[in-house]
């Protein structure tokens, strides 16, 4: 099987031959098709993100079809096709699993870091962790929504109710953003999207798919924000964000990684302002946002790379050079 793998953080991945495995009690091996590449790879190669297997294939945006399966699997047959999200296998026995927050389960294991994930031509996934996919999106146009779509869903959730953020900003105009803007647009929210300063590509893109208002991250809108979602990982931004959002807001910090905030004044917290952040994903949510997908029609602009080519596509999404979402097609 071939792989792209990363033998030390801030290296460049290398194309590497692996030995096929067999799925295990309870495990499906998956053919790939399209693996997304999402931010939280780029942490993991990039060293922000601690290494836990050497060597590590990243990859956490899978879809492809179930090629065999091992004892005790039941709801797949071999020929599904399937999506593998971050979230790759939680203990089932912890106060958070019993309490339907298994994305924050101490024993939690996750694709592409600490288990083999989808820059490859197979993997082998927890069967309990896998998604059936809506047949209107192409196996390129799925990958992105495997994390991309679900953290921005979870992130989006944690604004608060939609009768109540009527306004909403989002920080960083990447994958997540162009496709939670397009939900919140569907359900009648006005989306202001804040994008590096300069890159009038991802401010035109936010325009195109019906934002309200696209500027600079170092600007401020015209109308006070209920509630900011912040994508970009950038720790300078939190205190930016409250000082655009009402009394009452939300800021919600959805990466897994952040530079660190800086001190910020005690009354641009005050009024009830919130900061939160969200932690992974759980199989709820996919069960809920993937149909969600499918009946709002999103459309998820991406930018195929053949899987040798996976540094050219980090390179690209480092340097901002991405509209939408990268993907590798094994």
């Given at each position: ?151 921005g869903y979870r992130a989006w959730r944690a604004a608060g109710p939609v009768e109540e953020v009527r306004r909403i900003g989002i920080y960083g105009f990447g994958a997540a953003a162009h496709l939670i803007a397009q ?47 912040l994508f970009a990982p950038v720790g300078a931004l939190v205190p930016a964000a409250l000082r655009a959002v009402a009394k009452g807001g939300t800021v919600v910090c959805a990466g897994i990684h952040m530079s660190d ?70």
């Open positions: 099987m071939r792989a792209m793998a990363l033998a030390a953080p801030g290296s460049a991945l290398e194309p590497v031959d692996l030995p096929s495995r067999e799925p295990g009690p309870g495990e499906a091996l998956i053919r790939i098709s399209a693996c997304g590449v999402c931010r939280t790879d780029l942490h993991i190669v990039d060293g922000e993100l601690a290494q836990h297997r050497r060597p590590t294939i990243p990859g956490h945006e899978i879809v492809g079809r179930v090629a065999a399966l091992g004892p005790g699997v039941a709801g797949l047959r071999i020929g599904d096709r399937v999506g593998v999200p971050w979230l790759g296998h939680t203990c089932g026995r912890c106060a958070y699993c019993l309490s339907g927050r298994e994305n924050l389960c101490d024993k939690a294991e996750f694709t592409g870091w600490t288990r083999d994930g989808g820059f490859a031509q197979a993997v082998v996934a927890d069967a309990r962790f896998v998604f059936p996919l809506p047949e209107r999106f192409s196996d390129e146009a799925a990958a992105p929504l495997l994390c991309a779509g679900l953290i939900v919140a647009i569907a359900r009648g929210q006005e989306v202001f999207a804040f994008t590096r300063p300069g890159d009038g590509q991802a401010q035109a893109f936010a325009r195109a798919l019906g934002c309200a208002w696209a500027g600079a991250s170092d600007e401020r809108p015209g109308a006070p924000l209920d509630a900011a979602l905030i800086p001190a910020f004044p005690y009354d641009i917290l005050w009024g009830e302002r919130r900061v939160v952040s969200v932690a992974n994903l759980t199989r709820a949510d996919g069960l809920a946002f993937l149909p969600l997908a499918d009946e709002l029609g999103l459309r998820p602009e991406t930018t195929a790379y053949p899987l040798a080519e996976a540094n050219r596509a980090l390179g690209d999404l480092r340097e901002g050079r991405l509209v939408g979402a990268a993907v590798l097609k094994p």
